[in-house]
């Protein structure tokens, strides 16, 4: 079984440019969450779909980030324009809908960003 | 608000002693906590996880850690280290039941010297 892949595996831009991260999570997986860690911090949470609804996007920094899940399969990360202190990695994580505890998120190995 | 705090930045032992990583968090209420390693080039895998039962968890690679409630604590433990246990690991909590995301903390960095 596939694991969840990520988009590119790293880019550099320009500070005002535009970069989409993209995100496949593993099959049948209806939880998808994005995360982000800043050199030297904590991974911290951005966001999580449910198919292609957003459940919870309480940690989305500002309106700069653009999160969609079209079809409920894969997801993208714009982040337009981009500034200094979006860099770090971004990491994707999936995981199945169950009816009580259990749930485990699968983490890509990440999207790393740096933004000159 | 959970949070998450792992007092050791880095840590350096021998190959084949005893290693502990610390981690104490902070829940209201039951937490849902784990652990993750993340090797050089590589995500995120999940070594352990706890939920209820069992406070003593094993996990993968011989990898065990157990929950204390009275001390708020979840520490990772492995009787003889491995060169290729060289990671950043990280501890986790989630609160579960329609509020899954996880608050991570900072990590620890483990280098093994021969």
């Known amino acids: 079984e596939a694991g969840v892949t990520q988009f590119p595996s790293h880019s550099v831009i320009e500070k005002g440019q535009t970069v989409t991260l993209r995100c496949d999570p593993i099959?049948?997986?209806?939880?998808l969450y994005w995360y982000r860690r800043v050199m030297g911090k904590e991974i911290k949470f951005l966001l999580h779909?449910?198919?292609?609804?957003?459940?919870?996007e309480s940690g989305m920094p500002n309106n700069r980030f653009l999160a969609e899940r079209t079809g409920g399969t894969y997801s993208t990360l714009k982040v337009q324009p981009a500034e200094l202190e979006d860099s770090g990695v971004y990491f994707c994580a999936s995981s199945q809908r169950v009816s009580g505890p259990g749930e485990t998120q699968y983490f890509g190995p990440g999207t790393r960003l740096l933004v000159l | 608000a959970q949070s998450v705090t792992q007092p050791d930045i880095h840590i350096t032992v021998s190959e084949g002693a005893s290693l502990e990583l610390r981690c104490n968090y902070s829940y209201g209420a039951t937490p849902y906590l784990f652990w993750y390693v993340q090797s050089p080039g590589q995500g995120l895998q999940l070594l352990l996880k706890?939920?209820?039962?069992?406070?003593l968890v094993q996990g993968i690679k011989g990898f065990e850690a157990e929950f204390k409630r009275s001390q708020s604590s979840f520490n990772l433990r492995k009787p003889s280290v491995h060169w290729s246990d060289a990671a950043e690991y990280f501890c986790a909590v989630g609160a579960g039941f329609g509020n899954e995301k996880l608050t991570f903390g900072t990590g620890t960095r483990l280098t093994i010297i021969p």
């Open positions: 779909f449910v198919k292609e609804s957003k459940q919870d």
């Open positions: 706890y939920f209820s039962g069992d406070t």
């Open positions: 099959s049948g997986h209806d939880n």
